[in-house]
């Protein structure tokens, strides 16, 4: 088979003949505080805050596209966070080893202003995944540059810590909903985490160690009861998907390309959740359920490590088509809506939804870098 390296396809030239890849990096350097924070989008008062989960997909993609000064600068910025929580921490692990188990409000944000204060009033803030993702996020930047740690393996050693202590217990989900239950996008993303840490040379053998021993726990778990007539669920004892599994196999890892489970999770994904863009879940009422750019992007950059060409230049050519005159791209769009019933009453709480939105554009961007390295099968 004749393995060779796309430097172009329709759907790039497009991107690139139209703007989208410079207006997705000019998007995200503009959305990025002297502070490192990412805002999730200038434009949404709502999302006028830095989220791990979002801020480390983005990092991730500036970093892949040699923007290594902003990349870092998020790093040290999240690094800066744990930091001055490091005591905290230490209280919740002992709570916890005490059979003393922290309620939800009781652990680290979610999301906090770009000045790193956390906000106020309530939110949905016991989502661990963006830590994890985080740390998979630093570990790849540095493999890709080569460049020294510069987050004090302090801040590594009481993450690790505290993922490991947590990775099993209820939380909220991708999406902020379900503290019900143990969602498998989040374990994954603790596992992949955990995984970077423990094979990461520059972080002392003992915390390496205990990342590995809780990571292999996550896989086990996941693997004996997160996997139902093949597929990947949305979480433990459920039969649904949701869309946030793509990341599972790419890019995180968790499971191959060509795994027998993770071409059933993408076939159910296809199938029932991928009209033209992507929907998050089947019963997703948030702004109606509309179909999500990040999530069309996700699934385009599984098909680019699987080789289905014609499959990326579709999604590729769907998420170019929701970008504004400006080049600005939405959270979603709402063509065929799940719940069009719903859509009224989130206007009516917070107003039209967010576009920009940094993430989207940092997905799309991890896309075209990623097509671009990744010879054809
Ligand atoms: C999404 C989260 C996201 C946040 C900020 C929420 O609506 O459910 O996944 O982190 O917006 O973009």
Known sequence: MTRTVRTTTPALRHLVETGLIEASLRVIADGQAPSGAFVASPTFATYDYSWFRDGA????????????????????????????????????????????????????????????????????????????????????????????????????????????TFADEPSYDWWEEHLEHRHVSTMVCIWAGLDAMASWEDVPPDVRERAAAAAAGIRDRVEADGVVDGSLVKWLGSTAVDASLVACIVPLGFLDVDHPIALRTIERI??????????????????????????????????????????????????????DADGNLPEQVADGMLHPDHLARWEAKWGPSASPLLWSHAMLLSVVADLMETPSR
Do not use: K
């Open 57 to 164: 997909f983005i990092a991730d993609a500036m970093s892949r596209h040699g923007r290594h000064g902003e990349a870092e600068a998020f790093h040290r910025w999240c690094a800066g966070i744990v930091a001055d929580r490091r005591d905290r921490i230490a209280d919740l692990v002992a709570r916890a080893r005490r059979g003393d188990l922290p309620a939800p409000e009781d652990h680290l944000r979610t999301r906090y202003t770009v000045e790193g204060r956390e906000a106020d009033g309530f939110w949905e803030n016991f989502q661990l995944d963006g830590y994890g993702t985080w740390l998979w996020a630093l570990r790849e930047h540095h493999r890709r540059t080569g460049r020294p740690l510069e987050v004090p393996v302090s801040v590594i050693d009481s993450l690790v810590e505290y993922l490991a």
């Open 270 to 323: 296809e199938e029932e959740l991928a009209p033209a863009g992507v929907h998050r879940y089947l019963d997703d009422v948030y702004y109606g359920g509309g179909q999500w750019i990040l999530l069309a992007a996700f699934l385009a950059w599984y098909h680019v490590r699987a080789g289905n060409d014609e499959r990326v230049e579709e999604l590729l050519t769907w998420i170019a088509g929701t970008a």
